[in-house]
C-alpha cells in the first residue's frame, strides 16, 4: 500500500460506510429471500402450535412449501422435505390453521430460494456500490489535486512546439547578458556537430536567477523559438503530489518523454519548491519525503541522460540560495545566469517593446518614462503602458499620450488618486509644507537626486501626498555623502513641520522607516560607520525578494549599533533643520503655490526657488 501524506479522514470513512452496507445487507438477506428450508419435523410442530395458514406440495409429494405465521405478527415462507406416500391432505384436516382458520392446501410450489440472489444481494450489489463510490471519491480528488486519477505518475508537462511558443530573442529586451548566455544553447540545438568535433560538452543545465518579474520564462520560451525545438515547460509545485513517490514518478516519465522528443528544452519554472536544501538550510526544517523523493530523483536523472542527445534543462527561481549544493554542482545545473532588474537603457527598450501593442503619439518621450522608473522590472513596465492604455481609453482617446504614462507611473508606484477623500485645510497646509520641506532639503544638498514633481493629491496607497526625485543616470554605487544626504531628505518633512507648526504629526511614518533603514545598512553592511569600520554585522538572505536581514552580533554590540544608527538620523535631522532655516522664505512661497496649484513640476519647483524676488504668499501663523 502506497504511504499518504495528506490526510487519510476521507478514506477511512468511505471504507468504514462500505463494509457497514456489505455486513447490513447480508444481515437482511434472510428476510429478502422468498423461501427458508427447515426439517419436517419442525413442520410439524408449527401444524400443532397453530401457526400453518397454507401448505403447497409439488407435482413428485416429495417436498412442501408453507406459510407460517411467526410470533411477532409477520409470515414468511418455508420449505420441508416429506416422503411421498404422506398423505398430507389428511393430516392438515386434523389441524386448525393460524386464527382459527382451515389450512388452506394447493399443489402449486412457490420459486424456490436462489443461489444466486443471495450472491446479487450478500456482495455483487455492495461491491459495485463500494467501487462506484470509490471512483466518483477518486474524480474529486483528482479535480483538488490537479492531477489524474488514472495516469498516476504521468508528468503534467506541457508541451509547445516552434509554432506554439511564438517568441524569440527579439521579444525579450533589456536582458541583453542573458540572451547572450542563452544563444550559445541556441547555436548546440542548431549545430551540435560543430561542439562535438572539437570535443565540447554542452552544459546539461542553466540556472536563470533574478526577481520577479525580469523576463525568466520568456527567455526560456525565447530559446525554445529561436531553436525550433519542442519545449516542455513544468512548474515544481507541479511535481509534488498527496502520494509519496508521485513526484519522482512524474521526474521520470517527464525525462522519458524529453529524451524521446530530443533535441528540446526542458524548463522547470520555481525549482526552488522541489531543489530546497536537503540540510535544513534556507529556511527548511527538514523531514519531507516527498520533496526529497522528487530531488534525489531529479539530480539522478540530471545525471543519467546524455547532454550530447541536445536535452538542454532550463529552471528559473528568485531563492538561488535555498537550493540544494548538490543541485548546482558542475554535471547538473553547470551555468548560472543573472536575470537582473534592467538598467536605464534596458528599461527604454522594454518600453519600446511593449508601446508596439498600443497606439502612441509620436512625441512620447519614452526615455523620461524610463529614467522615471528606476528599480522596476520588466512586468512592471509592462503593467505601466497597460495603465496608460486603460486611462487614455478612459478619457475618450485612442491614441495614448505622454501625460498617459506620466500617469500610470504614479499610479503604480503610489495608486491612484484619491479624488473624493476630505482633507481639512488644516491638514493640507501641513501636507504642503511636510512635501515642500522633502523637495527643499534635496534641491540644497549635492549628490542628490533631483525634484521632478511634488504634490498633495491622496494616492489610494495612503499617501497624502509625495515628492518624486528621478536621478538623472543610473548608478551602481552608493557613496556615504550620498546616503546620508538621502537620509537628510527622509527627515525634511519632520523638519518642516517642527519649524514652521512647532510640533509634529504621523505624517513622517513611512520616512522614519526609509531613514533608519538606510542608517543601519550603512552601520551594518556597507561598512559606513567609524565605530565598526569594514566589520560586517547583518546577514542578508533572499536578496532578489526584498531581502530578510539578521544581525550575527552579540547583544551588547546590538545595543551600540542601535546607538550609531540613532547618531547618524539625527545628525541627519540637524542637517534638515538647518537648510529649512536658512531658507524659510522659500519654504513658505513653495508651500503657498503648492497650496494652490496642489501639483507643481520639478521644472517650476527650481524656478521659483531661484527667483526669491517674489512676495511671500503665506505665512506660518
Not at 526544517?285 to 531529479?298: I, K, Y
Not at 538620523?569 to 508651500?591: G, M, P, V, W, Y
Request: aromatic share 6%; net charge negative; proline share 4%.
Amino acid at each position: 500500500m502506497q504511504q499518504t501524506k495528506g490526510p487519510q479522514k476521507p478514506l477511512v470513512i468511505f471504507f468504514a460506510l462500505g463494509l457497514f452496507l456489505v455486513v447490513m445487507l447480508n444481515a437482511l438477506l434472510p428476510s429478502l429471500s422468498r423461501t427458508q428450508q427447515v426439517p419436517y419435523s419442525q413442520f410439524l410442530q408449527m401444524l400443532e402450535q397453530g401457526q400453518i395458514v397454507e401448505v403447497q406440495q409439488n407435482a413428485t409429494g416429495d417436498e412442501i412449501a408453507f406459510l407460517a405465521k411467526e410470533a411477532d405478527g409477520k409470515t414468511r415462507y418455508y420449505t420441508a422435505g416429506v416422503l411421498t406416500e404422506t398423505d398430507l391432505s389428511s393430516i392438515l384436516t386434523q389441524y386448525t390453521g393460524a386464527d382459527g382458520k382451515p389450512i388452506v392446501f394447493g399443489r402449486e410450489m412457490p420459486p424456490k430460494n436462489s443461489s444466486l440472489l443471495s450472491f446479487v444481494f450478500s456482495w455483487l450489489i455492495p461491491t459495485a456500490l463500494l467501487f462506484g463510490s470509490g471512483f466518483l471519491l477518486m474524480r474529486m480528488m483528482q479535480k483538488k489535486m490537479g492531477g489524474n486519477a488514472m495516469s498516476f505518475g504521468k508528468s503534467t508537462a506541457k508541451v509547445y512546439v516552434q509554432a506554439q511558443t511564438g517568441k524569440t530573442f527579439a521579444d525579450v529586451a533589456g536582458q541583453d547578458e542573458a540572451k547572450e548566455a542563452l544563444a550559445e544553447i541556441v547555436d548546440f540545438l542548431h549545430s551540435p556537430d560543430k561542439y562535438r568535433s572539437v570535443g565540447a560538452v554542452m552544459p546539461k543545465g542553466a540556472l536563470l536567477v533574478g526577481p520577479p518579474g525580469t523576463g525568466k520564462t520568456l527567455l526560456a520560451k525565447a530559446v525554445a523559438g529561436e531553436a525550433g525545438v519542442p519545449f516542455f515547460s513544468i512548474a515544481g509545485s507541479e511535481f509534488v503530489e498527496m502520494f509519496v513517490g508521485m513526484g519522482a514518478a512524474r521526474v521520470r516519465d517527464l525525462f522519458k518523454q524529453a529524451s524521446q522528443k530530443a533535441p528540446c528544452i526542458v524548463f522547470i519554472d520555481e525549482i526552488d519548491t522541489i531543489g530546497k536544501s536537503r540540510d535544513g538550510a534556507g529556511g527548511i526544517g527538514g523531514g519531507n519525503d516527498e520533496r526529497e523523493q522528487t530531488l534525489n530523483q531529479l539530480l539522478t536523472e540530471m545525471d543519467g541522460f546524455d547532454g550530447s542527445k541536445g536535452v538542454i534543462i532550463l529552471a528559473a527561481t528568485n531563492r538561488p540560495d535555498s537550493l540544494d549544493k548538490a543541485l548546482l554542482r558542475p554535471g547538473r545545473f553547470d551555468r548560472r545566469i543573472p536575470v537582473e532588474l534592467p538598467d536605464l537603457a534596458g528599461r527604454e527598450a522594454i518600453l519600446k517593446v511593449h508601446c508596439k501593442k498600443i497606439m502612441l503619439e509620436e512625441n512620447v518621450n519614452l526615455t523620461a518614462i524610463a529614467r522615471a522608473t528606476s528599480g522596476t522590472s520588466g512586468a512592471e513596465l509592462a503593467n505601466i503602458v497597460n495603465e496608460a492604455a486603460l486611462r487614455a481609453v478612459k478619457c475618450n482617446r485612442r491614441i495614448v499620450n505622454q501625460s498617459d504614462l506620466e500617469e500610470a507611473v504614479e499610479v503604480v508606484v503610489a495608486g491612484y488618486q484619491r479624488k473624493g477623500k476630505v482633507i481639512s485645510p488644516k491638514e493640507k497646509r501641513i501636507v504642503a509644507y511636510h512635501e515642500i520641506g522633502h523637495a527643499l532639503v534635496a534641491a540644497k544638498q549635492t549628490n542628490s537626486a533631483p525634484v521632478t514633481k511634488i504634490t498633495i493629491i491622496p494616492r489610494t496607497s495612503g499617501a497624502l501626498g509625495y515628492t518624486m526625485q528621478v536621478p538623472e543616470e543610473d548608478t551602481n554605487l552608493l557613496s556615504k555623502e550620498e546616503a546620508f544626504n538621502k537620509i537628510a531628505t527622509y527627515t525634511g518633512g519632520r523638519a518642516a513641520e517642527e519649524l514652521i507648526f512647532g510640533t509634529f504629526t504621523s505624517g513622517a511614518s513611512n520616512d522614519i522607516e526609509q531613514a533608519t533603514r538606510l542608517a543601519r545598512s550603512m552601520v551594518t553592511r556597507l561598512g559606513m560607520s567609524s565605530e565598526f569600520d569594514m566589520m560586517a554585522l547583518e546577514t542578508v538572505s533572499n536578496q532578489y525578494l526584498g531581502g530578510d536581514a539578521s544581525l550575527s552580533c552579540s547583544a551588547d554590540t546590538a545595543a551600540r549599533i542601535d546607538a550609531e544608527v540613532l547618531s547618524i538620523i539625527k545628525s541627519a535631522h540637524q542637517k534638515a533643520t538647518q537648510i529649512l532655516t536658512e531658507n524659510q522664505d522659500a519654504l513658505h512661497r513653495l508651500a503657498a503655490f503648492l497650496l494652490e496649484r496642489e501639483t507643481i513640476t520639478g521644472q517650476e519647483f527650481m524656478e521659483l526657488l531661484e527667483q526669491p524676488q517674489l512676495p511671500v504668499a503665506e505665512t506660518a501663523e
